[in-house]
Each structure stands twice: as C-alpha cells, then as structure tokens.
C-alpha cells in the first residue's frame, strides 16, 4: 500500500448507512462524501462490533471484539494493557493524534495499582485509546441533578465563551438549545429541534472540529501523521444551527420501516426495548416529522465541513499520500421498528457507512466501486497498519480484523469472512431489569452473512431474519419450525467464533513455532529412557567425570 504517508480517520456518531446520497437517498445530497466515494471504495455491508458508542468505538481501536477486549457498554473501563491503534502505528513512524470524541473510559483502578501517573506521556495514552489527545471532545457537555455527565476540561465551552457567548455550559445554552417565547429551548426536549440553535454556524460543533483538525494538520507539517477527526453529530440533542435547522422538511422523510406484525408477541428483549422511552416517542409519526428533518440538516453540515476539510488537503497536495476513512460508530433506528436511538441489531442499527480511498496506484482499478463483502469496523485497525509500513499479519495474536488492502485493490480472497459478527450488552438497561435478567447474561450476539441474520440472547428464543427476502427485517423467523436448519446454522457459526483465539495476546504464533522443541535443547529431557535415544550433545552437559 505504498503511498499513504498519512491516514484521515473520519468517524461520524450515530450516522446511518443510508443516510448518504451516494448510499441512494432520495432527498439528502452529500456530493462531497460522494465525491470520496468516487476516488475510493464505498463498502455496503460495514458492520459494528456493536452497536452503542464506547464498545463500537473500544472494538475499532483495538482490532478486536468486545468479547476480546471487555469494555462491553459506554463507561466500562478498557482494560490497561489493551494495544490500540496508536500502540501499532506509532512504532511505524506516525504520530497519531486525536480531535473529537472517542467515549473512552480509563481503566484507572488498573492504571493505579501499576503506578502509572494519569499526567505522564504514558498515562494520557492510555486514557485516550492510544492517542494523543490534540482535542478530546466527546460532545457530552449535559449536567443534571448528580452533577455532569462528562467531568473532562470542555475546551469547546472556553471557545464559545472566548467568542461572547455566556455562561458556564455555553454547548447546551447556545449550541444545543434554541430560543422561544418560554425563554431557553433546550434540546434535550425534542419538541424544539426545528428550531435554530442560538449559536452562530461557524461556532457550532461541526466546524469548530473541522477547524481544529486542519490546526493540527498544518502543525504537522511534513511529519507523518494519523488523525482521528471524530464528530459528535447527527448524534443527539438533534438540535441545528441556521440554515440546517430548517433545510428539510418532513416532505423529504423516506417511509418509516415497521409493521404492527413486529409488535405482535415480539422477541421479549425487543419488546422491551420497542417500550422504551425513546422507542415510544419515536414511534409517533410528530415526532420523526420534527426530528429527522434536522437529523439530515447535521449531515448536510457535515458533508459541507467534509467540503471545506477536502478543498484544505487539495490545496496541501495531501490527497496524493492520505488515505481517508469515512464511517461512523453505530447507526440511528429513528422509528424504524418501533425503536429510536440503536442498540439491537437491526441494519439501521448496526451496519454503518463506509468509505476509503486509498492514494497509492495499487488501488487505481477498484476506484468508484462498491464492495460488499462483509466487513468489520476492526478491519480499520489492520489496515492502518498496513498501509503504514508494517504487517498486520505479525499482530494476529492480537488483531482479529483483516487487512482491507485487498479489497481497495479490487480483490477478494478466497478466504475472506463468510459471517460478521456484533455483541450488545445490556445489562445496565431497564430492558434487562424488567426480563429479570443478571447482568452477567444480559448479552445478546449477531452473526449475519449475506443472506441470513441470527440474534442469540441468552436465556431466551433467537431471532432470525432472512435479509433477501425480507431486506427490512419485518418478519423474525427465530420461532418458526419451517427454518430450524438455517438457526442451527447460524447458531453453529456463532459457536465457532466464540472458540477462536482471543487471550493468548502476548505470544506471536512465529513465536510459538519457534518454541517447539526448543526445551530439550536446554536440557530438559522428558521421557527418555535410554541415553542412545538421543544425540550424544543432548548429553554434553550431564556427563560427569569417569573417575578411573
């Protein structure tokens, strides 16, 4: 993969894979991530380890599942000693940074009880996935009865106080609220979200993050670099500024994918979830016709700052060794299914767009194409490394995605993923405490391949969708007798990736091949009978003197 120097690693929060004009969205243009689209490849069956923002994003910066690396839910610690991507592409001479959001949790008990100081060059990298936190900003400003979500420094707040906007939380008072006769309009309430949000364009999250990354790629200047630019938005408050707020309009909506037939004895963990507060408000057709138009407004935004951030790197001759990955950590079910938000796994959920070009000249014959293979947002991890220099293949101990390479390329191994694979805990939900579920077994695992999609729960029946005859998941087989052999399929592939090698992460396997034998050499001699057995060397060392 000679020729990417760099690597731009764009992840969007809460983006949906078909909300993208090139991905055949009727009413939304994004002629800018169209236009990257046209100079890459656009994968159309991407999928999430899963499908809420922490584990997603932990899974894509190790290369590994959550069943790997354990940080299962948003706040659950990612385990001191897990190598991410900055641990392999630093060694390779990138500097890699990061500007927006990753949801990492510290494991601070861990870093604590190996002395690591949280200040030191060590500790910060730990803390931060890896990177070098250039502007750490998860977009979790909010701040209720037990005090803030979020207890980090809000440079961003500093910003907008620095640019006249008062207060202390200037990101919810003039970012993400409005302005209405009752006097402040949050958006935390989604009745206000047509509205504009009271701060400027220019100011709201979606430029400033632009900006702060084109700060730190004129920094760099001629040093080889891996950024993450990571937006918070669409993600919730869905809340815009002028002119997005009020851009599109419910006329511009595609028809909501559900049927009373899914609310008819469902699945009991889907049932639990279609009862949820956000399920139920998004199940009201007022409510989609108020928020989704603005939903599209905060892609349009970021489509132009994908314009201004392209036109920057034109102008930088960085497009000739920048590989660029757009993507995005999880979807949005924005009524789908009787649901908001995501969490389950069904497509609008856990499949995710993404795109890559590739600058070097091996990559020519696959530009503008579509592939859909199936795969996994921990196939971003391999391929960075590859595209660094180095071999992803001497981190299979650890990495359990595949290089892309390939398939940038314009080719697929024979040998390529036959099943994707997605986990979902739920353990701290209400869903888990209504089914009297024990957090321990409050899991839930995906295994889909191009046709079929099976959701094992444990405790209780799967689900089962066939993805070619019913593309929008309306009909759950995973009761009906007619399609036990597919279940038991399903349920086999889920099994064989639940034995893979997953722990054994501080030996290479050119490591154990050179192992083999080599303690007889070092005079361990097990089970030998008779010194003729062996060479005469293996003896060298126990022979005494013959005493005459």
């Known amino acids: 993969m000679a020729g990417a120097k760099n690597i731009l690693f764009i992840m969007c929060d809460q983006l949906r894979f078909d909300y993208l004009s090139c991905a055949g969205h009727p009413t939304l243009k994004t002629p800018n991530i169209d236009a990257l689209a046209a100079r890459g490849v656009r994968f159309t069956r991407a999928y999430v380890q899963s499908p809420v923002c922490g584990s997603s994003r932990m899974s894509t910066y190790t290369g590994r599942y959550v069943n790997s690396h354990g940080a299962a839910w948003n706040g659950f610690p990612l385990k001191v000693g897990e190598m991410t991507m900055g641990d392999y592409l630093r060694p390779l001479g990138l500097r890699t940074a990061l500007v927006g959001k990753t949801h990492m949790e510290p494991d601070r008990e861990g870093m604590e009880r190996l002395g690591i100081d949280p200040q030191s060059i060590i500790g910060v990298r730990v803390s931060e996935c890896g990177f070098d936190p250039y502007e750490r900003d998860d977009g979790l400003w909010a701040e209720g009865p037990d005090g803030r979500y979020d207890q980090r420094r809000v440079r961003y707040n500093e910003y907008l106080n620095q640019k006249g906007y008062g207060g202390d939380n200037p990101w919810h008072d003039y970012a993400n609220s409005a302005q209405d006769p009752e006097g402040l309009a949050s958006g935390w309430a989604m009745r206000h979200a047509s509205k504009p949000a009271r701060v400027l364009e220019v100011d709201s ?32 408050p869905y809340i815009a500024p002028a002119p997005y707020n009020d851009m599109y309009s419910a006329a511009d909506l595609v028809p909501v994918v559900r049927s009373e037939e899914e609310r008819r004895d469902p699945h009991p963990v889907f049932g639990e979830f279609m009862k949820s507060r956000v399920g139920q408000t998004f199940s009201r057709d007022e409510v989609r016709n108020e928020v989704v138009p603005v939903y599209m407004g905060l892609i349009k935004q970021i489509d132009d700052q994908m314009g201004a951030l392209f036109a920057f790197m034109e102008k930088r001759g960085l497009f000739e060794n920048t590989m660029i990955v757009f993507t995005a950590d999880h979807g949005d079910y924005l009524g789908d299914h009787w649901m908001g938000e995501k969490d389950l796994f069904h497509e609008p959920s856990v499949k995710v767009p993404l795109i890559i070009y590739d600058p070097s000249r091996d990559a020519d014959a696959a530009r503008g194409r579509t592939c859909d293979e199936l795969v996994e947002a921990i196939d971003l991890a391999p391929t960075f490394v590859e595209a660094a220099g180095g071999d992803p293949r001497a981190q299979s101990h650890r990495l359990e995605g595949r290089s892309l390479a390939p398939l940038l390329r314009g080719q697929t191994p024979d040998d390529w993923r036959a099943y994707a694979i997605s986990e979902y805990d739920y353990s701290v939900s209400p869903a888990a405490a209504r089914l009297k579920v024990e957090p321990r077994d409050a899991r839930l695992f995906m295994v889909a391949d191009k046709r079929w999609k099976y959701m094992h729960a444990i405790g209780f029946r799967p689900m089962l969708f066939d993805m070619e005859a019913d593309p929008q998941e309306l009909v759950d087989l995973g009761a009906d007798p007619a399609y036990e052999a597919q279940r038991a399929r399903m349920a086999a592939a889920l099994s064989s990736w639940s034995l893979r090698l997953a722990q054994r992460t501080t030996v290479t396997e050119e490591r154990i091949r050179s192992m083999r034998g080599r303690s007889m050499r070092k005079g361990i001699l097990i089970g030998v009978w008779s010194e003729d057995e062996l060479p005469p060397e293996m003896w060298d060392k126990y022979r005494g003197v013959r005493e005459d």
């Open 205 to 236: 999250e979606t430029p400033y993050m632009t900006r702060r990354a084109m700060d730190f790629i004129s920094e760099a200047g001629d040093e080889r670099w891996c950024l993450h630019l990571s937006y918070i938005k669409p993600h919730w």
